[in-house]
């Protein structure tokens, strides 16, 4: 019997210690930045901290099935207060979707069901955020300019008969200078 209770005690043991060890190490967090020549002040329609996008009401009438979208709406993304460009500069856009779903869109945290979030580019082409999203040369500061902006836009996306509620998604933004 106190064999037994050894064994158990010594077999707990083992896997608190082990707990222990795989929690430490999912407690980690990553840093990532770069020094670059050019450096911008980045906005979304003119807000810096903590931009929000703002989407019409749709009808779920107008979300009745897979694949139909609505509700297209428009967001810039700006630079301004760049050093003047000596040449024409491209600038790399990067999106990373907080809770991407198997499709490439953003997933809904509100309570409406069967609706998603898709964000299209600047030539209003699906961006699919799977693995994040890098819109190459999306954005031109021209000689001499200091500011530039892109247009892009979200809209409603049905997986399904969409219900009435809530729609919410969100994702992380940056620019990447040459």
């Not at 967001?75 to 999106?95: H, K, Q, Y």
Request: net charge negative; proline share 2%.
């Amino acid at each position: 019997m106190k064999l037994n209770q050894l064994l158990m005690a010594a077999a707990v043991s083992s896997v608190l210690a082990s707990a222990g060890a795989s929690a430490v190490s999912d407690n980690t967090v990553t840093f990532i930045g770069e020094v670059a020549d050019q450096t911008c002040d980045v906005t979304i329609n003119g807000v810096s901290a903590a931009p929000v996008v703002l989407m019409p009401t749709a009808a779920a009438a107008d979300l009745a099935t897979n694949g139909s979208t609505t509700g297209v709406t428009t967001f810039d993304l700006g630079l301004s207060g760049c050093t003047a460009a000596t040449e024409a500069t491209n600038i790399s856009v990067r999106f990373l979707g907080n809770n991407v779903t198997g499709t490439g869109h953003l997933g809904n945290t509100g309570t409406a069901q069967n609706v998603e979030i898709q964000l299209l580019d600047p030539s209003d082409n699906a961006i699919d955020l799977t693995g994040g999203y890098t819109g190459s040369n999306a954005l031109t500061l021209a000689v001499g300019d200091t500011s530039a902006s892109a247009t892009y836009s979200a809209q409603y996306y049905a997986t399904g008969v969409a219900t009435v509620g809530t729609v919410q998604g969100s994702m992380q933004y940056a620019v990447t200078y040459p």
